[in-house]
């Protein structure tokens, strides 16, 4: 996985430089999504790993199931761009390259990642709330996930890049231990 994402750096960066200076962030990276969830499926990645399928072929059929011919479908500079990850035996790694990319986007436009667990499912006002509330401690705009994570007993544990907030009657017991135990 680490590898992955080494060999995924250069091409992500690429991609957002290009996405950037054509103000075309936001399709970029819904191509990219799309052509990660196609790179992904397993039929996809037999035909990656068959060396009797030439770096052209591979292409042609990336931006086939990719929907490069639809309405909605892929740039031109998109398509060059497939066109070098397959010169570059490089396809497998699209899904890292993905998500390198949603993480530069985020960076650009001031959206930090913050993965929210619970012990119980949220509703919909808390988490606006607890969002906005996190919004005002970071500065920026926070883009949130939850899961729910029943071995927290209560409360929550919040994470915001390297960053972690835990407000967990476990992360709570786990430091009433630590205390004890010095």
Known sequence: MAENVTLARPYAE???????????????????????????????????GNPRLSAEQLTTLCLEVAGAKAAAGLSADQ???????????????MPEISALFEELKHGHDGVKQAEISSAFALDEATL???AADLERKFGCRIQATVKVDAELIGGVRIAVGDEVIDASVRGKLAAMATALKN
């Not at 054509?22 to 996809?44: C, H, I, K, Q, Y």
């Not at 398509?79 to 790694?93: C, E, G, I, T």
């Open 79 to 93: 398509q060059n761009f497939v066109r070098v990850l397959a010169d570059n035996d490089r396809l497998s790694v």
């Open 128 to 130: 606006k709330t607890l």
């Open 14 to 48: 690429a991609a957002f430089q290009l996405a950037k200076s054509g103000n075309a962030l936001a399709a970029w990276s819904d191509a990219l999504s799309r052509l990660s969830a196609v790179a992904a499926r397993p039929e996809m990645e037999e035909c990656i």
